[in-house]
């Protein structure tokens, strides 16, 4: 008798199925059926957030190298930029701009103020169109400058025709202190006419060594030049010097003529920029012109 094979039954393939369904069979979704309207939440869900983490993660990889890139950059140009002022600066001084008249500091002998700017000091061409005295003899010239911010009895002596200039008709002189606009100067021009031998040779030695006299309440002083130019934190008495005349009042010389000139909001750069500043006689004749401008750098003296 031969046996009948034995079919499997539905019950059994059916239980296979689920078995396979919860294992996950290859190329088989292991989920229930979505109802309508439902969204994918658990594999899906994992797949989208592991997608979003992983992608998340590459975004925040890129963009915070993207910062941190541009924060090396720019800490780079604020260092180039600050190594390019203190070289241009010269590394010895304030960086940046020279400060402004207001924040500067002030000349302890001409009340003046002091910003290191070669432009503010300004620069005098003379030109000496007459320096007879009489019709034989030939007059012994000086400048003598004042500032309106000039304490009072205090002015800056220069030769023009004397000393080492001795016949100079024409020269170029810097002058010790800065102006500002609407500063008033004055410009004597006097003759020595009443100074001993001993006044005059030491008053032309000083000027031959520091280019410049300076004469506060009638006594001459043959001052250091470079701090009378750049005083810093010296006092008044370090600056003047030595006393060379004890009483040189005004007296001694005689008056060549006067003019006044009144600084502009911009001094001209070069001289043959700047208008004539006539020095006249009461009778109005012209023994002197002057030029006066700012150079941009400062002249040797």
């Known amino acids: 008798m031969s046996a009948t094979p034995r079919q499997p039954s539905g019950d059994l393939i059916r239980i296979s199925q689920e078995e396979l369904d919860r ?13 309508p309207g439902e969204q994918p939440a658990t594999d899906e869900g994992r797949t989208s957030s592991n997608s979003a983490c992983g992608g998340g993660d590459h975004v925040v990889s890129k963009n915070g190298g993207l910062l941190a890139t541009l924060a090396f950059v720019a800490l780079a140009l604020v260092l180039l930029g600050v190594i390019g002022i ?6 010895d001084g304030p960086v940046g ?12 002998v001409f ?35 004042q500032s309106s ?25 810097q002058l010790p202190f800065e102006v500002q606009e609407r500063d008033v100067l004055l410009f004597n021009l006097l003759d020595e006419d009443g100074l001993t031998p001993d ?21 001459v002083y043959s001052p250091d030049i470079a701090r009378l130019i750049a005083p810093g934190f010296s006092e008044a008495s370090e600056i003047l010097g030595h006393v060379i005349v004890d009483d040189v009042q005004r007296h001694k010389f005689d008056n060549f003529g006067v003019a006044e000139f009144i600084v502009p909001k911009e001094l001209p750069k070069h001289p043959n920029e700047a208008n004539r500043l006539s020095i006249t006689t009461t009778k109005n004749y012209v023994r002197l012109v002057l030029k006066l401008y700012g150079p941009q750098e400062p002249i040797e003296l």
């Open 86 to 91: 203190f070289l241009i600066d010269g590394g």
């Open 23 to 35: 294992l996950g069979a290859p190329g088989q979704s292991n989920r229930s059926p979505l109802a």
């Open 97 to 108: 701009d020279p400060p402004k008249p207001e924040e500067a500091p002030v000349h302890p």
């Open 199 to 219: 006044e005059e040779r030491m008053m032309l030695d000083a000027c031959r060594t520091c280019a410049y006299c300076v004469v506060v309440s009638g006594a």
């Open 149 to 173: 911010r000039f304490p009072a009895h205090t002015w800056v002596i220069l030769p023009v025709n004397v000393g080492d200039f001795a016949g100079c008709r024409l020269r170029f002189i």
């Open 111 to 145: 009340q003046t103020f002091v910003t290191h700017k070669p432009s503010a000091r300004p620069a005098v061409q003379v030109d000496v169109l007459d320096p007879s005295e009489g019709s034989l003899f030939t007059a012994e010239l000086y400048l003598a400058v």
